[in-house]
């Protein structure tokens, strides 16, 4: 009996196997298929949307009133906005909305929605909303400063005449998003200004639409009807949430998806030698850098920290672990933003080193912690770092933990070295300038908590360089400006800036048109087709 | 009866609130600051502030267990801040997704792991005991999230007998409305024959790797009932009074030795269901034990505790029904 039903099993399972035969291994022709790791996104309301994958949807499902070049970041144009005009005392913008266009939803985009957005973050206060509200905009003033004066037409009032550039790079920022005003007003509840539906919902005009959000799995963008530009040629945008890397290239070597984003080193050489894939490349605004933490009195020391810069291998770190992924880049401005300083003056130099320790009295070297997050290229890299330390009898502990884990850490000022990355969060050079040179208040109640606060770095002169800087309206005046605070804080900060990010994503070779751009917001999927 | 019942409620209500109870010092001790999973590491300090606040975390410990279990009573587990879905929904879209994995994987062990264990017991010593013993262990002690990575490479990247991670294709994606949550019932259900043979090849690789994780552990203490069956004196009775020898096997010996087995088949379900989180990763299933996993990763703490209430419920709802299959199987046991 039990004999004829293990026979049957067995002749069963062998008809499944002959059904199911070779796996289809090709995405549909209408639909780009990406495997990345999304289970960085909380929320799709561009008020709140923070991190990097929901930052890139962000940029292709929403329009902002003003873009730049992805090519050349210094040109700046109107998207939503046609024009502006700055006021003669510096401190009021004019902005005219085009005319004829429309949300996703069919309804036309006026100035009222540009109104809407910008004052509905700034009331709703999320991570982001720092960017526009450090034009002194409140949650109490904001309906008088950002006013309606005609059906197209809205006025942006600032507390200070600061650098229109700087301004206008912050509302190209996901923040500044223009949201669908009547949309999201039909879906209010209690005066939430429809945060809670918009979370997980759409009210936008950008090519592409946010059909389906499913956490940890995938999100599905559907090409919109109601576009003013050039209809994109898909007409679905998979992201399909894939953590292991070596999952991904298998994924991508099948035809199984389009798109592989986070590759390794290894992995990149390895499909590189696949003529069905090619590589999408970009340098992106993001540092990876070292800080000490200054409540540390070892590391406090002047010559600690200058020799530390030289305890660094950065060009045998950029050609092993950082292959593919970055360059080296020592300054807290990335290439490519104004004033940026590209000039790398540190390299290993043992002997330079140990002598700066030696008049540190520290000549036999020292022992302290680092707090390494588990994951690459991070730990490769500290581990690096921790090898060339040692050349100078620095015996460093490398503590490894998850990213919040050692995050909180951090935050807390409870480390002695951190090493991590750190992004910009719009194109202006003050994003960088503000974290890395200026810590107004050092105590740990502070109000703003910048970098250099984390690392209890005092910087009163410093400080007043960045806030002056944002008011030099000069453009050559202010990358001056910038030049000089990158030199300073390159030979005196705790900070060691290693690398600057090239982010790397394999493509299968029928795919055209796909271009990374140099932030997280403009990897833009409208322009891509297939074979 | 009664008594039984109230004896499990009771079982149930005490395990719950130690397992609630544990989970929630675990959550609020562990050196990760919840805030950071929704500010994110830019924003200001009134925002984090703020945020801290609404999520009762500067309240005292035994307080925010309190609101916790009074609002758990009701029906309320709280919302996730990953998904931002109410930790209930959640919950009802990611675990029948384990569930089909474990229940197929429990199968596949249980029909292949018990005739492999008689075989094995009935020919001890021989060849065949020898290789089903290492394929046991094997089974038992080879990293599962390894296996599965070899099972990729070999049926998927090479042989192109499968299909690759994921519960479907890209191009199959939609066909199916969810009902039980079940792709391979749903899809049936709704005449949709394509996309359930596609869900087929996706989940056959995983089933076969825990069914042989499941087999392994089955086979092996299957055989060892078996030989304390089979030098019992009954079977020797059975086969001097001429029995055959496939009646004495079958019928009598793996009969007595099926009383202890259920548990094992139960348990090693129980195993499969909390504890396929690995395989869940390599395979990028969207199951109970990824939700749980990345919520812990980033002290998602209603999430963590929603999950582990549902696998503490299952383990000992499971734990019940290998009691009544105890006592259907071995009538002695019911006084």
């Not at chain 1, 067995?10 to 022709?29: K, M, Q, R, Y």
């Not at chain 1, 005219?96 to 036309?108: L, M, V």
């Not at chain 1, 070596?246 to 991508?252: E, F, G, K, P, S």
């Not at chain 1, 790398?344 to 002997?351: A, G, K, M």
Request: aromatic fraction near 10%; proline fraction near 5%.
């Amino acid at each position: 009996m039990l004999m004829r039903s293990v026979r049957h099993f067995v002749s069963a399972a062998a008809v499944c196997a002959a059904l199911i035969g070779p796996a289809a291994a090709a995405t549909p022709a209408d639909t780009l298929v990406e495997a990345w790791q999304i289970d960085d996104i909380i929320s799709l309301d561009p008020a709140e949307i923070f991190e990097i994958s929901t930052t890139e949807i962000a940029g292709n499902t929403y329009e902002r009133l003003i873009g730049y070049d992805i090519h050349d970041v210094s040109k700046v144009f109107g998207v939503v906005a046609e024009d502006w005009t700055v006021s003669e005392d510096g401190k009021t913008i004019t902005f005219k909305i085009r005319e004829g266009r429309k949300f996703a939803s069919g309804n036309p985009i006026t100035a009222a929605d540009a109104v809407y957005s910008l004052q509905r973050a700034i009331i709703l206060d999320k991570s982001p909303a720092f960017i526009v509200s450090q034009f002194g905009l409140t949650k109490d003033n904001v309906k008088d400063k950002i006013k309606q004066t005609g059906d197209y037409t809205f006025t942006f009032e600032m507390d200070k005449a600061y650098a229109p550039s700087f301004v206008l790079y912050c509302l190209t920022s996901s923040v500044a998003s223009v949201v669908d005003k009547k949309l999201v007003e039909e879906h209010e509840a209690n005066g939430d200004l429809g945060y809670e539906w918009l979370k997980t919902h759409y009210a936008g005009s950008g090519p592409y639409s946010i059909r389906d959000w499913r956490a940890n799995e995938a999100v599905v963008l559907e090409r919109n009807p109601n576009y003013s530009g050039t209809a994109a040629p898909l007409a679905r945008v998979i992201y399909r949430h894939v953590p292991e890397t070596a999952t991904q290239r298998l994924l991508l070597e099948k035809g199984d998806i389009d798109v592989a984003r986070n590759l390794g080193p290894e992995q990149i050489a390895a499909v590189s030698a696949n003529p069905d894939v090619k590589l999408a490349q970009a340098a992106k605004g993001t540092l990876y850098y070292f800080s000490l933490n200054q409540k540390n009195p070892t590391l406090a020391k002047p010559e600690v920290r200058e020799a530390m810069k030289y305890l660094v291998d950065y060009q045998a770190i950029a050609d092993t672990i950082m292959k593919n992924l970055g360059e080296v880049h020592q300054a807290f401005l990335p290439k490519g933003f104004l004033g940026a300083v590209n000039d790398n003056p540190y390299s290993l130099d043992v002997e330079k080193a140990k002598a700066l320790l030696a008049k540190a009295g520290l000549p036999d070297g020292f022992t302290v912690t680092m707090d390494v997050r588990s994951t690459q290229p991070i730990t490769g890299i500290a581990e690096a770092v921790q090898g060339t330390l040692a050349k100078a009898g620095i015996k460093v502990e490398i503590i490894p933990g998850d990213g919040k884990q050692t995050l909180t850490k951090y935050r807390a000022r409870t480390h002695d070295i951190y090493i991590g990355v750190w992004g910009p969060d719009y194109q202006d050079p003050h994003t960088n300038a503000q974290t890395f040179a200026s810590n107004p208040d050092n105590k740990d109640d502070a109000a703003s908590k910048t970098l250099a606060w984390r690392n209890a770095w005092e910087t009163p002169e410093l400080g007043k360089q960045v806030d002056a800087a944002i008011l030099e309206r000069d453009g050559a005046k202010r990358a001056a400006l910038y030049e000089a605070m990158q030199k300073e804080v390159m030979a005196t900060s705790p900070f060691v800036v290693m690398f600057q990010q090239t982010e790397v994503a394999a493509v299968r070779a029928n795919v055209k048109g796909f271009e990374l751009g140099p932030s997280f917001d403009n990897n833009f999927v409208a322009p891509v087709s297939k074979e | 009866m009664a008594a039984a019942f109230g004896r499990f409620v009771s079982t149930l209500a005490a395990t719950l609130l130690g397992l609630l109870a544990v989970t929630f010092v675990i959550g609020r001790v562990i050196p990760i600051d919840p805030v950071l999973a929704i500010v994110g590491d830019r924003a200001p300090a009134q925002v984090y502030a703020r945020v801290r606040a609404e999520l009762g975390i500067d309240l005292p410990l035994w307080e925010q267990f309190w609101i916790y279990c009074t609002k758990a009573l009701s029906g309320d587990f709280g919302t996730s801040v990953l998904t931002t879905n109410p930790v209930l929904v959640d919950i009802a879209r990611y675990f029948p997704a384990t569930i089909e994995l474990a229940t197929l994987g429990t199968l596949v062990g249980t029909l292949v792991g018990i005739p492999l264990g008689v075989y094995a017991a009935v020919r001890a010593g021989s060849l065949g005991d020898q290789i089903v013993r290492v394929l046991g262990l094997v089974g038992y002690s080879v990293p599962i999230f390894w296996l599965g990575l070899m099972g990729l490479l070999l049926f998927y990247a090479n042989l192109d007998w499968v299909a690759g991670p994921g519960r479907l294709d890209v191009a199959y994606d939609y066909y199916v409305t969810p009902v039980t949550g079940m792709l391979l019932v749903d899809s049936l259900m709704q005449g949709q024959t394509e996309v359930f043979w596609n869900a087929v090849s996706h989940i056959v690789l995983p089933v076969a790797l825990l069914g042989y994780f499941s087999l392994a552990y089955i086979a092996r203490m299957t055989r060892s009932f078996m030989l304390n069956e089979l030098s019992q004196e009954y079977v020797v009775t059975a086969r001097v009074k001429g029995l055959s020898e496939a009646r004495v096997i079958w019928g009598h010996a793996l009969r007595n030795a099926a009383v202890p087995l259920v548990t094992v088949v139960v348990l090693s379900y129980a195993t499969l269901l909390e504890g396929s989180v690995l395989t869940e990763t390599v395979f990028a299933w969207p199951g109970l034990g990824t939700y749980i996993t990345s919520a812990l990763q980033s002290a998602d703490m209603n999430a963590v505790l929603g999950g582990t209430l549902v696998i503490g419920t299952t383990f000992v709802c499971l734990n019940v029904l290998s009691d009544l299959l105890y006592r259907l199987i071995d009538p002695r046991t019911r006084r």
